[in-house]
């Protein structure tokens, strides 16, 4: 398996642009999760999914984030309108949430936005 | 509630010497236990999970940690650092029964290798 696919590896965009992350867990797992990683805040659980089902997004900044998972192996995280301080690498994972299983990371999205 | 704490922000040591990252966490029930590891520019690897079973657990690159649930601690441990060690290192700690929003990662350690 080639594990989770980020894309893209970089993102620089313009403030107030749209920028679309996007994300495709390993086969089989049901669980995916978006995280945000930064200096300041460290890794930050933004939302995840269960069986493509938003379970809990409360760790979503502000209504300007917003994540889909239309499919199993699938999802996008959206931000529009962009701003600065959104400039983070962003991370998705997946895992089998089943007991004790353990999540795998993609190898992030760096996203600059200026 | 579950908490973890990782004790050290950095910690440097030299090439070929013991690594011990600190890590301690607080669950009202058996968590699940795991060490990650990121390289910069990277994606966070998995090193070892403790899962309920053997206290004492081996991972990748020479890696192990040990439970200890009268100290509620979780050390990752490795005998001689390599200089490929330096890294980020966090801690994590799930409940048992998976959650996303219930798992917790430590604030993480830097681990810097001298050679």
């Known amino acids: 398996d080639a594990g989770v696919i980020q894309s893209p590896r970089h993102e620089v965009t313009e403030m107030g642009q749209e920028v679309t992350l996007r994300c495709k867990p390993i086969?089989?797992?049901?669980?995916l999760f978006w995280y945000r990683q930064t200096m300041m805040r460290g890794l930050e659980l933004l939302i995840y999914f269960n069986n493509n089902v938003p379970i809990d997004d409360s760790g979503m900044p502000e209504d300007r984030f917003s994540a889909k998972m239309p499919n199993a192996s699938f999802s996008t995280l959206k931000i529009q309108p962009s701003e600065p301080r959104d400039s983070a690498v962003y991370f998705c994972?997946?895992?089998?949430?089943?007991?004790?299983?353990?999540?795998?990371f993609g190898q992030g999205t760096r996203l600059t936005v200026v | 509630a579950q908490s973890v704490t990782q004790l050290d922000s950095h910690v440097s040591v030299s090439e070929g010497t013991p690594v011990l990252l600190r890590c301690n966490y607080s669950?009202?029930?058996?968590?699940?236990l795991f060490w990650y590891v990121q390289h910069p520019n990277k994606g966070l690897q998995l090193l070892l999970k403790?899962?309920?079973?053997?206290?004492l657990v081996k991972g990748i690159n020479g890696f192990e940690a040990e439970f200890k649930k009268s100290e509620t601690s979780f050390h990752l441990t490795k005998p001689s650092a390599h200089m490929s060690d330096a890294a980020e290192y966090f801690c994590v700690v799930r409940p048992p029964g998976g959650g996303g929003f219930k798992t917790i990662f430590g604030a993480g350690t830097r681990l810097f290798v001298k050679a």
């Open positions: 669950s009202s029930y058996s968590p699940s």
């Open positions: 994972a997946s895992s089998l949430e089943i007991g004790t299983t353990e999540a795998f």
């Open positions: 086969s089989g797992h049901n669980s």
């Open positions: 403790y899962t309920s079973a053997a206290t």
